[in-house]
């Protein structure tokens, strides 16, 4: 047929905000659209360093994908995408090919390890719910070894490597946390330790520094051990060696440190910077008007030139004005400039402690605590309206 067809590839931010975008704009029989994901849920990725840590359920962190979009209007393929080939516009998936008009690729990010050595094979990552699975498990299971051999001290450290957004959520949570699991496991708290190694000269960085302060304060007080300015030089299967040649050992590290891009868009023969594209304005890949790359894969400047860091609210910002702009494309109209509209930031430091800033305005404490969850709020209501809220909302 003539019909345009459409991919969007990954259903995490970016790619659901499309998806629900163009089944809003498109008229029938306009476009055919598929999205393709490796799960049939969408996970809230802001959100997983609770589940990691234990402190919150799978199940407020995901949301199965047909019940945010209409299947009637969007075919859904539970896929695993293994390759962009951009000269015959065809996306092969594990299971079969798909060929397109126009693609969308919104694959997001991996773990960057920088090539520490070690660090891919010793190191678990907050990436997915099967990777937070893991962390939890791992966790509870060095308690209960412990409990069999009290000679591994070690097993009750905990090092977090990076200290930006989600190095410091988790650190947060997992903080919360760890009282539970010594009164579970019959362990004195006074054993456990959660070091948070960061090699940038403070946590996170770009963040107000008197935020920065007063999270690290509420952090310490939980009992946090920080090593700023430190780099991570290797990771054994005994622990980490710092850049002092301190040894912290221990059987947990959790690499927070570093996000690439996808190496799917590498392997396409996209120019790349750590797997990210410099895309256009109107959010599509250079000398390619057919393909939008959006979230985590993609390379955005502001006007002082600095790259947008990548972020779930830029991603699905960048969702709705890419779901325009293939649109206005069939339809042989202008396309729209992506802007960004920086909504604020927060960042949550356990329970009922966050910080935030928007615009000029700083939060803190239990204030900055109640945003995190109205940000939380606002992204069920966008995506699933009032009963996603009601099902996946966490109201206290
Ligand atoms: P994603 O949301 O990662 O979605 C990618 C999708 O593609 C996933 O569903 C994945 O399963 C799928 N996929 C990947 N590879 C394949 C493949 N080969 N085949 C098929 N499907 C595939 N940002 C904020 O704005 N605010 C926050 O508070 C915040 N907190 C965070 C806390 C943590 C712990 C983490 C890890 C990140 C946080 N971020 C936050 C960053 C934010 O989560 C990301 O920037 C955002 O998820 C990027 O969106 P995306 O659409 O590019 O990709």
């Known amino acids: 047929s003539s019909i345009p067809k ?21 008229n029938y029989n306009e476009a055919d659209v598929t999205l393709v994901n490796r799960h049939d849920y969408h996970y809230f990725t802001t959100h997983l360093h609770m589940p990691a840590a234990g402190t919150d359920s799978i199940d407020h962190t995901r949301v199965q994908i047909s019940k945010l979009i209409d299947e009637f209007k969007i075919d859904l393929v539970k896929s695993n995408v293994q390759e962009i080939r951009l000269y015959d516009k065809k996306v092969i998936l594990e299971d079969g090919t798909l060929s397109y008009d126009y693609l969308i690729i919104a694959l997001g990010g991996e773990p960057e390890s920088f090539g520490i050595p070690g660090l891919a094979e010793h190191a678990m990552t907050i990436r997915s719910i099967n990777s937070v699975r893991l962390i939890r498990q791992h966790i509870e299971y060095q308690f209960a070894r412990y409990k069999m051999d009290e000679n591994r001290k070690d097993r009750l450290n905990f090092v977090i490597g990076g200290a930006g957004f989600s190095g410091i959520e988790f650190v947060a949570e997992l903080a919360d946390r760890i009282p539970g699991l010594c009164k579970e496991y019959d362990v004195d708290p006074a054993l456990v330790h959660i070091y948070n190694v960061e090699a940038a000269p403070t946590a996170l960085p770009g963040f107000d520094p008197e935020l920065v302060e ?67 304005e109107y959010l599509r890949a250079p000398g390619h008007e057919n393909v939008f790359i959006i979230g985590d894969n993609s390379l955005m400047f502001n006007e002082e030139g600095r790259p947008y860091p990548p972020t779930a609210q830029i991603a699905m910002q960048q969702g709705v004005i890419c779901a325009h702009n293939v649109v206005a494309s069939i339809r042989n109209q202008q396309p729209k400039k992506f802007v960004f509209s920086n909504k604020g930031t927060v960042a949550s430091l356990g329970k009922g402690e966050a910080i935030a800033t928007v615009g000029t305005k700083k939060f803190k404490g239990w204030t900055a605590a109640q945003l995190k969850k109205l940000v939380d709020m606002r992204y069920l209501f966008i995506i699933g309206g009032i009963p996603l809220v009601l099902r996946k909302g966490r109201f206290f």
């Open 214 to 280: 007063y999270a690290m304060d509420v952090l310490k007080k939980k009992g946090v051990t920080f090593k700023i300015g430190t780099a991570i030089k290797e990771c054994t299967p005994k622990g980490v060696i710092l850049a002092t040649d301190e040894e912290i050992k221990s059987a947990t590290v959790i690499w927070t440190g570093g996000i690439r891009g996808n190496r799917l868009v590498d392997a396409a023969g996209f120019e790349t910077m750590r797997g990210r594209v410099k895309i256009d």
């Open 6 to 26: 459409i991919v969007v590839l990954g259903a995490g931010y970016g790619g659901i905000l499309t998806a629900q975008k163009l089944q809003k704009e498109l």
